[in-house]
């Protein structure tokens, strides 16, 4: 059985290029950028005030104090968007606010709180230094700088600072169109009365919230009764009008589960099948003419942690993301977590604001309520018990 490095490692070396496309930049929120992108301006594009206050020459003023003020000339004004005609001479000022450009001659601005106008005098009762209070042109970006690498995801910052060198597209990469088939002729959609034996399918509402969130364009497809026919023409369908498929359920060992073998039967090449984690051993990757299909075990706590482990590192690479592990930092036990079994344990735990770990719960992989609770998986060895108190490493499973 592969180890959990292996399975990924063979994943990702499988991954199909993926075009790129050009966005508006607006668009561009949670994309993952395609190819650098460079400023063709400076930032801050002028020198400019820092205060609302007056522009002036800190020689002038360099005696000032409150005691001691220095009367200027008010010569203007200038407002946000104009530019000042003239310039700022000896022991003149030029009355200007937060933004608006330096007029000619000027050196310094200084606050409206450290002055006192009375006319066309204003009193200065504080020195200024040479450049106090004004932001150089191009102190923040020099044109010509790479502003965001490729493969960054874009969020909100990076989208203020492309705005604000003017930029309108960005190149990102395309967004995988993924199906999701979920196998099962026990399940019904939720919202449909259950008859005895059935249960409300849930893996495809909590996949396509995870695939979407990273990044994917999800295409969810009617449910699969539990026959090779019917699960072959619902793969191929999903294989026609995607670039990956998620199955869940019908990849174990059963006599109902029939994943593999209609996979097999429309030309795939299954790469692998079961990794030495738990939940999730029953896991299976296989690629078909450039499509990647994505075999989830059907319950529905394994088909979350594979996803997470084996999915979301496949698709973020995929769409060029340089980072695709879990955020992870250090937290403390605040009780043991016992791995008794031979397989590595994603156990769902509950990390609190100041690091305390907690198990989320009782484990099996049927029991959602320990998932819903959980926002942290621990790495648990086999046959080990990570005692409390332990440092251990948490993996993030929320905010995502
Ligand atoms: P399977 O992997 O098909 O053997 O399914 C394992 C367990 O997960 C069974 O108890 C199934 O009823 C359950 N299960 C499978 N698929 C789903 C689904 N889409 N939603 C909820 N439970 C599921
Ligand atoms: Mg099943």
Known sequence: MLTYEEALARILAALPPLRSEQVPLAEAAGRFLAEPVVSTLDLPPFDNSAMDGYALRAADVASATAEKSVALRLIGQVGAGQVFKGGVGVQTCVRLFTGTPLPAGADAVV???DTHAEGDTVLVLDRARPWENVRLRGEDVKAGAVLVTPGTRLGAGHLGLLAAVGTARVRVARRPRVAIVATGSELRPPG???APGQIYESN???LAAMLTACG???RPLPLVPDTLTRTRNALQRAFAENDAVVTSGGASVGQLDFVKAA????G???E???VAIKPGKPFVFGTLQGKLLFGLPGNPVSAFVTFLLLVRPALLRWQGATEVALPAHPGTLVESLVNRGDRRHFVRVRVDAEGRVHS????ASHRMHSLAAANALVDAPPATTLVAGATVRVLRIDGL
């Open 272 to 274: 692998f099948w079961k």
């Open 263 to 266: 996979f097999t039967e429309l």
């Open 360 to 363: 989320a719960g009782i484990q």
């Open 216 to 218: 994917a364009e999800v």
């Open 204 to 206: 495809r509402t909590m």
């Open 268 to 270: 795939g090449s299954q």
């Open 111 to 113: 606050m409206q709180e």
């Open 192 to 194: 449909k009365p259950l």
